[in-house]
């Protein structure tokens, strides 16, 4: 089904860059913003858990559902997969309804001398390369439910 096997794999997309974050209910092969083939890579990501308004627990989460641009810094999680994460196997997690990913942890970036001390502490704060938030729009510009082309 994929017509061009490109002969060369394309750029390594790279986790360390400061990227906009993306949530999409379903899997999309290309990126949103520019149209490169995505690329899905196992990454750490911290996420920042609400409860009735209320910051809950933070907590490192590593997983696949990510899809990294290699063309401009956008990651698109698929959003069916984080939550399906979330609301399964951490019941001693104070994991509420509302989450949000906070960015990337960069474990290169921690200290040699380091890594093996706990994470999240005041000597040795989690390395997170935060996520871009694109602005929203402005108010007066409502847009339509959905966004969908018609199709006829
Ligand atoms: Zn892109």
Not at 88 to 101: K, N, T
Not at 113 to 134: I, K
Request: proline share 11%; net charge positive.
């Amino acid at each position: 089904m994929e017509p061009q096997s490109s002969p060369g794999l394309p750029p390594e997309p790279d986790v360390h860059l400061p990227r906009t974050c993306v949530y999409s209910e379903r899997q999309r092969r290309s990126c949103p913003k520019c149209g490169a083939r995505l690329v899905q890579r196992y990454a750490s990501y911290l996420v920042a858990t609400r409860n009735r308004g209320v910051a809950a627990d933070n907590f490192v989460l590593g997983s696949d559902f990510g899809w990294f641009c290699p063309g401009c810094p956008t990651v698109v999680v698929e959003s069916p997969r984080m939550r399906a994460l979330l609301s399964q196997g951490m019941p001693a997690w104070d994991v509420a309804e509302e989450f949000a990913l906070l960015g990337l942890v960069d474990f290169d970036a921690i200290p040699a001398d380091r890594r093996h001390a706990e994470l999240g502490t005041d000597d040795n704060p989690v390395p997170l390369v935060r996520f871009r938030v694109d602005r929203p729009p402005p108010r007066h510009q409502r847009k339509k439910k959905g966004g969908k082309t018609r199709r006829r």
